[in-house]
């Protein structure tokens, strides 16, 4: 699949009415960053070579029927959609979803044959690319069915070494309380604790939870979730030997940076966790979808429509995301590597009067 140790990463092209082709275009501009990976765009030829035009960047491309045609020092194209496709710069079309999804849909189909490494996916519009074959919150529901391979995936935000999980994602919060339980807050925890292990190289994560009411419950007085659902899942999961802490009130934890001691953040809703973060470190912040076989990332903005076609829109969160999943698939073919040649290790083993020294091979829970 590789060549050169170059990582073929899939990029679907998203909306094509937002911010989604000026993101990607202008990351590739930069010829280092062919030196890192073989970058294959699914979408269409005809769409970013309007945007590219539109833009007035210089970025090339090649155009090919799969990415098994891919050159190794070029970005390419895979056409997935037709080539009549209208683009309405900053409106959400029936249209421009349909091309999303028909975009995914080839990235998923070319994953699964192998010829990919990575999904990296730019934003697409939630509403618009609802269709019978997509009737899912987002990517992360998405991909979970369609590539998990009967796992669970966890949606974690972050930059560098602040990284931000939910325990509940894309649900109203009508329906937040009554979706937190004990079990769902332990499952998070096993995926995200073996998530910051595998993919991010950590040996022994400190993760901290977060409270569910404010002034985490006071007690009982705003609230018992704290005392009847997280405190039992965070003793439970540490007795498990997942380094886990809290529950902290949301706020202060955040608010006086108590967050720089952990290695991840466990939230127990999509706002609790993503405001603060995004306030904190949107501009080069990135969806990382944890759990699942594939690896998949994207861009921490949405299709930014109020800047679209306006060459405003930084790359630097597009850049991320395709740094962030180099590193992780790096990681794991390491940590492969590791449990298919493990190390031997030493001990001492006294029977009589002389230490003899023993060799035995390292266990699966290296």
């Known amino acids: 699949m590789e060549d050169n140790n170059k990582i073929r990463i899939g990029i679907t092209q998203g909306d094509i009415n937002g911010v989604g082709y000026e993101v990607i275009l202008k990351t590739f501009s930069d010829p280092t960053m062919l030196e890192l990976c073989t970058p294959i765009i699914y979408g269409s030829p005809k769409v970013a070579a309007y945007h590219r035009k539109n833009l007035g960047v210089s970025t090339n491309f090649s155009i090919i029927n799969t990415a098994a045609e891919a050159p190794h020092n070029k970005l390419s194209v895979v056409n997935c959609t037709d080539d009549e496709i209208k683009v309405e710069i900053a409106k959400p079309t029936a249209e421009a979803g349909k091309a999303a999804f028909e ?3 080839k990235a998923v189909e070319e994953y699964k044959a192998g010829l990919i490494d990575i999904i990296v996916t730019a934003p697409i ?15 992360t529901e998405y991909l979970e069915e369609k590539l998990g391979e009967g796992k669970k995936a966890l949606m974690i935000l972050m930059k560098d070494d602040f990284r931000v999980a939910l325990v509940t994602g894309h649900i109203p919060v009508s329906e937040i309380a ?9 499952e998070k925890l096993i995926i995200f604790n ?5 993919d991010f190289s950590i040996g022994q994560p400190r993760i901290a939870v977060l409270a569910l009411n404010p002034h985490a419950g006071d007690d009982g007085l705003i609230g018992k979730e704290e005392e009847e659902i997280i405190i039992p899942a965070i003793k439970e999961m540490v007795e498990k030997g997942i380094q886990c802490f809290g529950p902290y009130p949301a706020d202060g934890f955040m608010g006086s940076g108590n967050f720089v001691h952990f290695d991840g953040v466990l939230a127990m809703y999509h706002d609790q966790g993503l405001a603060p973060f995004k306030s904190i470190a949107m501009d080069q912040g990135v969806n990382y979808t944890a759990g699942l076989p594939v690896i998949r990332t ?4 949405g299709t930014a429509y109020d800047i679209a076609g306006q060459g405003l829109a930084s790359e630097d969160s597009f850049r991320q995301a395709i740094y962030v999943a180099i590193d992780i698939f790096r990681n794991r073919r390491f940590e492969k590597g590791i449990r298919l040649n493990p190390l031997r290790k030493q001990y001492y083993e006294k029977r009589d009067d002389s230490d003899k020294l023993k060799l035995d091979t390292i266990d699966d829970e290296i």
């Open 103 to 105: 975009a995914l849909e």
């Open 298 to 301: 994207s861009p921490a903005h």
């Open 178 to 186: 009554k979706s937190i339980t004990k079990e769902l807050i332990m």
């Open 194 to 198: 073996h998530s910051l292990k595998q």
């Open 125 to 139: 519009n939630k509403h618009t690319i609802q269709s019978e074959n997509f009737s899912f919150p987002g990517h």
